[in-house]
């Protein structure tokens, strides 16, 4: 379970690195702070931590499901403590590792 929760951290993390310019360039994000957006999502979605990781400009990236998968969230949290959606959908699936040289 690390290595699937490690590897799918270090996803999420590439996909926002590489959209970062995309998403500040948005108006109006959905930001509140942290603990408002994690019980806002617990209570509407049932949606928990389940990986998290820290990003080269000090904010912290978080994937947040429900134990169904159903719903799935991505909050980032800027070292202030303010906390964005910057995904959301449905239907998560966990991955296992994918070996270096294999066919996905």
């Not at 959905?30 to 949606?47: F, G, P």
């Not at 991505?74 to 995904?87: F, S």
Request: with cysteine; glycine share 8%; charged share 10%.
């Amino acid at each position: 379970m690390f290595r699937t929760t490690s590897l799918i951290a270090g996803l999420v993390l590439s996909v926002v690195a590489g959209s970062n310019h995309a998403h500040a360039a948005q108006p109006n994000p959905s930001c509140t702070d942290r603990d408002s957006a994690v019980t806002h999502l617990a209570r509407k979605y049932q949606e928990k931590p389940v990986a998290l990781g820290l990003a080269s400009n000090g904010s912290v990236i978080e994937v947040l499901t429900n134990d169904g998968g159903a719903t799935w969230s991505i909050i980032v949290t800027m070292p202030d403590g303010t906390a964005c959606m910057i995904a959301s959908g449905e239907y998560w699936q966990p991955v296992l590792p994918v070996q270096a040289g294999s066919r996905i």
